[in-house]
């Protein structure tokens, strides 16, 4: 399917008023030199990058996790973030073709993340390749300069790889499946804890933290706290009227003040401060950019 294809990398930049999702760039590459290494946490090149595995091996290092990208798989990250991806030295080669997407496709990028992490496999997904190849053919004839254009082929895809994701395997919930959906739909309960999420898979708490954090990469309380100060930093830019003891309750704290104290913890700045940002990619990835890795999907 990628036999015939040249080796080659193609950049787009385009100017608009309008928050559309745009290719911004996009290659194929064959990486033999094991100085091949991207750290990604101070990149100023912002965007979404989704990179597919033809042949050979790369690693992915997201945090505290790493997995292995083989070929049929394709890892997914927001950049700039706290992740690093190489050819390791035990791999001869690392075949892949990348498409990187403009910070508008964040909340497509990480409602997949959400539920599966930061790797999927394309291994039987014809029509999302097929889409990818046709894309990069497009870019080396030059038909994706025009933005409307692009952004149509943009848009179908990750609605395409989107509508994949969410109807893949959603009868094989796991018991942790069903403790981290249970934490999404309860979480404005301030009396939600350990015990109740434990109890409510019918594991103890101790096992549940295990299990949890080996499948997520995060403890079940972090995973809640996280949630809530999500869900918070979204009332902030959409209900501006709501007063931060009114977005605190309705997020599961009682206390306001440590609410301020435990949002400034993880976000750096206080609500307020949060409150009055207008960089629209700073606030997507802030509203986003707390979902757990799922170790589910190494692939070691």
């Known amino acids: 399917m990628f036999k015939t294809l040249p080796y080659k990398a193609i950049k787009y930049q385009f100017s608009s008023d309008l928050p559309l999702i745009t290719l911004t760039g996009i290659g194929f590459q064959n990486i033999t030199d094991h100085s091949y290494s991207w750290h990604n946490l101070h990149r100023h090149d912002k965007h979404c990058l989704i990179q597919y595995c033809i042949s050979g091996q790369g690693i992915l290092n997201i945090n505290n996790s790493t997995y292995t990208i083989t070929a049929g798989n394709a890892f997914l990250l927001n950049i700039p973030s706290n992740s690093h991806y190489y050819l390791p030295k035990n791999s001869t080669h690392w075949k892949f073709i990348y498409l990187e997407f403009s910070p508008e496709v964040l909340p497509f990028l990480c409602k997949i993340y959400n539920r599966s992490g930061p790797i999927i496999s394309l291994k039987n997904q014809p029509n999302l390749l097929i889409q990818i190849i046709n894309l990069y053919k497009k870019a080396l004839n030059n038909k994706l300069q025009s933005l409307f254009i692009n952004t149509k082929l943009a848009y179908k895809f990750w609605i395409d790889l989107l509508n994949y994701n969410l109807t893949s395997n959603s009868n094989n919930l796991t018991k942790i499946d069903i403790a981290k959906k249970f934490i999404e739909e309860n979480y404005p309960k301030s009396t939600l804890n350990i015990d109740i999420i434990a109890?409510?898979?019918?594991?103890?708490?101790?096992?549940?933290?295990?299990?949890?954090?080996?499948?997520?990469?995060?403890?079940?309380?972090?995973?809640?706290?996280?949630?809530?100060?999500?869900?918070?930093?979204?009332?902030?830019?959409?209900?501006?009227?709501?007063?931060?003891?009114?977005?605190?309750?309705?997020?599961?704290?009682?206390?306001?003040?440590?609410?301020?104290?435990?949002?400034?913890?993880?976000?750096?700045?206080?609500?307020?401060?949060?409150?009055?940002?207008?960089?629209?990619?700073?606030?997507?990835?802030t509203i986003y950019d707390f979902s757990p890795s799922n170790k589910k999907n190494t692939l070691m």
């Open 199 to 285: 109890e409510q898979i019918g594991y103890s708490k101790y096992h549940l933290c295990k299990i949890f954090h080996k499948n997520f990469g995060i403890s079940p309380m972090k995973y809640l706290q996280n949630l809530r100060i999500s869900v918070a930093c979204k009332l902030l830019i959409n209900n501006p009227t709501w007063t931060i003891k009114k977005i605190a309750h309705h997020v599961g704290y009682n206390n306001d003040d440590y609410f301020c104290k435990v949002f400034k913890n993880l976000k750096g700045i206080t609500p307020n401060t949060f409150r009055k940002q207008s960089l629209h990619y700073d606030t997507l990835q």
